[in-house]
């Protein structure tokens, strides 16, 4: 049973979540480890996220969008990292970092909503599958008290399944109006709890859907509310935080530089946010494919296959990039055209997850990805 005082904080924050993205969905679980899934939709480009400059094809193929990299941070030998991404280098130098490169789900055609679909259900095919594996990860948590929570319009798919996710806004109401907005504002002025809460939420209200907008500053709100809600005493552990604009099929090189300076101020917010629990943080920040290696003739590029994928917080073993590297020559590419996956998201996920939360590897890997076939546990992606 909630209280209305409860509701009202809660509804509130759901306010801030509901029509103004980058959303967000939490849910509790009996455990101090918080876990947050940073979904990319819109085909991140992963070659100008972490790009290959030590292969010799690099240059070639990538032409005008190699140029960000001319004097970027090198990871290693043979990577380095987007320049805007300044926070998330702190992370990699302190050791909180790991990138996963030529990485894909088992998705192999280019229609965003089956990728997404195959990434989110954890299926080796669309819609295969009726649920998520971030549902099926609650099951194998210890129980809270209470049921879960979701503070959004939709549950997106990943979190959908037997586990109840409740969620405090129903997509079918309308937004609040300013009007509303004030007079709950005037309602609440000398309510030192509400107040607090209701100002957090309304100064979050003109989030949009881009980590872009406002230079950054929209995904960084959201980075902290996200903290704010997971760092209560009896609050969340579980979120995901859905991300759009990463559709980069004309004039990348601004575009992408925008979404990565989001995404970088957004895993800032939530270091800052969380504090002495960053320690027993992991994030994962993942696409549902990647994109063609080749520019098109808009300075843009096409859906692809392999792209990278980000374990970050004070609980990774960091300080490296995972990659079986395939090459860029146009002999190496899928297809003729997309960077070829050699490691599968399923295989980095469960093995981070299983150390992360002390699961038997086994039984997480059949429970999150029950069509799973062969590819190797990947070890030592969390400190434990």
Known sequence: MFNRRKFIALGASAIATSAFGPKMVLARAATERRFVFIIQRGAADGLMTVAPVGDPAFVTQRDALAQDFVAAPKLDSMFALHPVLAN?????????????HAVASPYRDRSHFDGQNVLETGGTSAYSLKDGWLNRLLS??????DSAIALAASIPMALRGPVE???????????????????????????????????QATATRMLTSELAAD???NAAATGALAAKLMAAPGGARIAMIETGGWDTHAQQRGRLTGQLRGLDAMVAALRDGLGPLWSDTLVLVATEFGRTVKINGTQGTDHGTGSVAMLLGGAVNG????????????????????LR????????????????????????????????????????????
Not at 92 to 100: G, K, P
Not at 140 to 145: A, F
Not at 174 to 192: E, F, G, K, T
Not at 359 to 382: E, H, I, N, Y
């Open 88 to 100: 998330i280098d702190g992370l990699y130098r302190a050791r909180q970092a790991l990138f996963v």
């Open 140 to 145: 194998l948590l210890p129980k809270d008290d």
């Open 165 to 199: 996710v409740a969620s405090y806004a129903p997509s079918a109401l309308p937004d609040a109006s300013d009007d509303l907005i004030a007079r709950v504002s005037s309602m609440y002025q000398n309510d030192a709890q509400l107040h607090a809460a209701w100002e």
């Open 215 to 217: 230079n950054g500053r």
């Open 319 to 338: 300080g490296r990039v995972e990659a079986d590297w395939p090459g860029l020559a146009d002999a190496q590419l899928y297809e003729g055209r997309d």
């Open 341 to 384: 996956p050699t490691l599968g998201l399923d295989n980095l996920i469960h093995g981070a997850l299983a150390s992360h939360f002390n699961l038997s590897p086994v039984q997480t890997a059949a429970t999150l990805f029950p069509d799973m076939k062969g590819g190797r546990l990947m070890r030592d992606l969390v400190r434990v």
